[in-house]
Each structure stands twice: as C-alpha cells, then as structure tokens.
C-alpha cells in the first residue's frame, strides 16, 4: 500500500486513512455522519464532527485488521 493523491481514491472506497498536511493521519468516510469516523466528506470538503475543513491531499486503504492468534 502506498499514498495515493486524493484525487485518485475510486467512489467506492468509503473508509480510508488519508493525510492532511501538518496532522498525524486519520481515519475518513464518505457515509453518513454516523458511521463512527471523525472525518467525513460533504459537498466535496472534508470535515469533522465539529464542521471544521481539513485538506485531505492523500489518501490509501485502511489495513486488515489483525489476525487473531
């Protein structure tokens, strides 16, 4: 898995890990506001739960999770 531009993330990736300049990496989506993740997009900007913008420039695929011993 490597850092995509955020232009190139497929429709059909909903939650992700994406990187905003300045900030450690977080968890986004585009579902609804109650998904469970602190990043969602809206009218093509991205916010938090609080409303406030953050520039999301890449995003990659969220890993699988661990696998149980």
Same mark, same amino acid.
């Given at each position: 898995?490597? @850092?995509? !531009?955020?232009? +190139?993330?497929? #429709?059909?990736?909903? #939650?992700? /890990? &994406?990187?905003? !300049? $300045?900030? /450690?990496?977080?968890?986004?989506?585009? +579902?609804? !506001?109650?998904? $469970? =993740?602190?990043?969602?997009?809206?009218?093509?900007? @991205?916010? #938090?739960? #609080? $409303? +406030?913008? =953050? $520039?999301?420039?890449? @995003?990659?695929?969220?890993? !699988?999770?661990? +696998? &149980?011993?």
């Amino acid at each position: 898995m490597e @850092w995509q !531009p955020i232009e +190139k993330r497929a #429709n059909d990736t909903h #939650n992700f /890990l &994406g990187d905003v !300049p $300045g900030y /450690l990496c977080l968890i986004a989506s585009d +579902k609804a !506001p109650d998904c $469970g =993740y602190p990043y969602m997009v809206a009218n093509g900007c @991205w916010l #938090n739960e #609080n $409303g +406030k913008e =953050y $520039g999301i420039t890449h @995003w990659m695929p969220l890993p !699988p999770p661990p +696998k &149980g011993e």
